[in-house]
């Protein structure tokens, strides 16, 4: 008989040694039980225990799970058989919003609302050209740090495609004739100031949400967001279900 077990691969931010280091992470959901497996070691890491506090629910791709004490960053799927049972669940990715569309940004966060993402963090920050010199070519740092950008954690079903698809082709221009209602063809000018940059890939989102939205402690760029001639409104809890419904004709 066999036992039914879901894989997935998995990077820890280790402290003591200032690295990230990756597992196979295993959940067996008959019993709820955990192992781990140190990738680049191929030795067992933590051999399989009963573990209460990982649910099936929680494994998706780009989600952070805690695995006693150890807060891990699933980065992708261990084997096919996972991939097919899990494929279509929700999974996070890292969304920017670039300078050159901030001041559309509210237009823009509705977009990724009425696409059925939720978005689970956001910020603004100013980047600097050290903290971001391995994700982009060198023109595009030139440009992403003249100005404030919203980093956001979004989250949906295959997060990670259809945000790719709702943003359009990286040119402006291209995406104005092939996806003539994407976010790159309404906000965007070329191929670099083309509103918006998401992640490509697992792997790439996890390390760029890891970058924006640290899983070690750590928050990260600071927020310095500043807004004047404005003031804060809260939707009550009564109202809340009011929010995301949809104005009939």
Known sequence: MLIERF?????????????????ELLFYPGDGSVEMHDVKNHRTFLKRTKYDNLHLEDLFIGNKVNVFSRQLVLIDYG???TARQLGSRKEKTLALIKPDAI???????????????????????????????????????????????????????????????????????????????SI?????????????????????????MELFFPSSGGCGPANTAKFTNCTCCIVKPHAVSEVNRQPTE
Request: charged share 25%; proline share 3%.
């Open 7 to 23: 894989v997935f691969i998995a990077e820890w931010y280790d402290p003591n040694a200032s690295l990230l280091r990756r597992y």
């Open 103 to 181: 001041s559309k940004a509210g237009e823009i966060i509705e977009i990724i609302n009425k696409a059925g993402f939720t978005i689970t963090k956001l910020k603004m920050m100013m980047l600097s050209s050290k903290l971001i010199f391995y994700l982009f070519c060198s023109e595009l740092i030139q440009f992403i740090t003249t100005g404030p950008i919203i980093a956001m954690e979004i989250l949906r079903d295959d997060a990670i495609c259809e945000w790719k698809r709702l943003l359009g082709p990286a040119n402006s221009g291209v995406a104005r004739t092939d996806a003539s209602e």
């Open 184 to 208: 790159r063809a309404l906000f965007g000018t070329d191929g670099i100031r083309n509103a918006a940059h998401g992640p490509d890939s697992f792997a790439s989102a996890a390390r760029e």
């Open 79 to 81: 084997d096919q058989y």
